[in-house]
């Protein structure tokens, strides 16, 4: 039984380089989530996916991330020009369609972002 | 919007004591609520939840938390910790209409001490 996947787990990178990130949810889930959290801080909701729609955006997400589910599996998750202020774990999370184990998100062991 | 305030960012208690992390939410639509657990250098991990019917859930490792309405609460308690149970507690709350989006509290660390 394979958990939600992410890779890669840590990343470390200049101001001004662009990162991405990948996300493998369970494999029946259709629903996936991106979230960010900041040290000392809960996670924060950032986007989620239904199947390769994605449904809803934070205000959180700047137009310098953007994320896909081209084909309703795997997402990733870029950030453009980075700052120092999107240091941060990035959490990816999936979850059953309803009928499943009812409204329980999965989160995977996030992508730590270190931005110099 | 939703949101959920952890009251206490950190918890010391000696191992066999009671403790009890307080979560208290502010919503204007009916929600579900959870508490996640994070082990240090892992990732969030479902504790307990709850959806409907009886206002005390439990998990399997002895914790139990109760949803008080009136009060909107959510306090997770356990009578009697080990030092496994060292780790950071995060609350949680969702709409029940809608896609499952989670509001977090920003986490309550439980430090148990032999």
């Known amino acids: 039984d394979t958990g939600v996947s992410q890779d890669p787990r840590h990343k470390i990178t200049k101001r001004g380089q662009n990162v991405t990130f990948r996300c493998d949810p369970i494999?029946?889930?259709?629903?996936l989530y991106w979230y960010r959290q900041t040290l000392g801080q809960g996670p924060e909701f950032l986007t989620y996916?239904?199947?390769?729609?994605?449904?809803?955006k934070s205000r959180l997400l700047s137009d310098r991330f953007s994320a896909e589910r081209p084909k309703g599996s795997f997402s990733t998750l870029e950030i453009q020009r980075t700052e120092q202020g999107d240091s941060a774990m990035y959490l990816c999370?999936?979850?059953?369609?309803?009928?499943?184990?009812?409204?329980?998100?999965?989160f995977g062991p996030g992508t730590r972002l270190t931005v110099l | 919007a939703q949101s959920v305030t952890q009251l206490d960012s950190q918890v010391p208690v000696f191992e066999e004591a009671p403790v009890e992390l307080r979560c208290n939410y502010s919503?204007?639509?009916?929600?579900?609520l959870f508490w996640y657990v994070q082990y240090p250098n892992q990732g969030l991990q479902l504790l307990l939840k709850?959806?409907?019917?009886?206002?005390l859930v439990e998990s399997i490792n002895g914790f139990e938390a109760e949803f008080n309405k009136s009060q909107t609460s959510f306090h997770l308690r356990k009578p009697s910790v080990h030092i496994s149970d060292t780790a950071e507690y995060f609350c949680?709350?969702?709409?029940?209409?809608?896609?499952?989006?989670?509001?977090f509290g920003s986490g309550t660390k439980l430090n148990v001490k032999p």
């Open positions: 949680a709350v969702s709409e029940v209409r809608g896609f499952n989006k989670f509001y």
């Open positions: 494999s029946e889930h259709n629903r």
């Open positions: 919503s204007s639509v009916s929600v579900y």
């Open positions: 709850y959806l409907s019917g009886s206002t």
């Open positions: 999370a999936s979850s059953p369609p309803p009928g499943g184990v009812i409204y329980e998100q999965f």
């Open positions: 996916f239904q199947n390769e729609a994605q449904l809803e």
